[in-house]
């Protein structure tokens, strides 16, 4: 993903991937722990930010998480998660269930259904390029796809116009 199509690095150089990759991790961590949002994210401010690679977990994105995309992602999916989660079960093949996916791939799905919902300022392309790169750091079989489907299938729902036609260009 190229810095200039999202200001995937901030002003400060902080990088939105980075910041992404770790949400999802955070989420995760939530999900299973049932970790308070706010430990989650001093825990993760404090001592995790910037060390995803170092940690043998990479989306490919360098740089160090912005922490202010990364608290602002968290902070969203929690008080919209009771939006996001029949959104993003619908948009699941059928006789599937959010609850049944991966917990990882749930937590990437989420994350990115926010941004496409309340981040009008990131394009939708960007959204689901990012959070696929995401899938493609845990995953090696089909989850890229699934994160590629939903997202983009939620992106055409929630901002009509902003992704061309299917078959009209990339998607």
């Given at each position: 993903?190229?810095?200039?199509?999202?200001?995937?690095?901030?002003?400060?150089?902080?990088?939105?991937?980075?910041?992404?990759?770790?949400?999802?991790?955070?989420?995760?961590?939530?999900?299973?722990?049932?970790?308070?949002?706010?430990a989650v994210i001093e825990e993760f401010k404090a001592h995790r930010l910037g060390r995803a690679a170092e940690n043998g977990v990479d989306a490919g994105t360098g740089g160090e998480a912005d922490p202010e995309h990364f608290a602002?992602?968290?902070?969203?999916?929690?008080?919209?998660?009771?939006?996001?989660?029949?959104?993003?079960?619908?948009?699941?093949?059928?006789?599937?269930?959010?609850?049944?996916?991966?917990?990882?791939?749930?937590?990437?799905?989420?994350?990115?259904?926010?941004?496409?919902?309340?981040?009008?300022?990131?394009?939708?392309?960007?959204?689901?390029?990012?959070?696929?790169?995401?899938?493609?750091?845990?995953?090696?079989?089909?989850?890229?796809?699934?994160?590629?489907?939903?997202?983009?299938?939620?992106?055409?729902?929630?901002?009509?116009?902003?992704?061309?036609?299917?078959?009209?260009?990339?998607?």
């Amino acid at each position: 993903m190229s810095a200039a199509s999202d200001s995937a690095r901030t002003p400060k150089g902080l990088s939105r991937s980075q910041a992404r990759l770790a949400a999802v991790q955070a989420l995760y961590q939530m999900d299973l722990a049932e970790t308070d949002l706010a430990a989650v994210i001093e825990e993760f401010k404090a001592h995790r930010l910037g060390r995803a690679a170092e940690n043998g977990v990479d989306a490919g994105t360098g740089g160090e998480a912005d922490p202010e995309h990364f608290a602002d992602v968290l902070k969203g999916v929690v008080r919209r998660q009771r939006e996001i989660d029949p959104m993003i079960d619908r948009q699941l093949a059928q006789g599937w269930r959010l609850t049944r996916i991966d917990s990882i791939l749930r937590a990437i799905l989420r994350a990115g259904a926010f941004e496409l919902i309340e981040l009008s300022d990131v394009p939708p392309r960007v959204v689901i390029s990012e959070y696929i790169d995401v899938a493609h750091a845990f995953f090696e079989g089909d989850e890229p796809r699934v994160v590629n489907g939903v997202l983009d299938a939620l992106a055409r729902k929630l901002r009509p116009g902003d992704l061309p036609e299917r078959g009209k260009g990339h998607a």
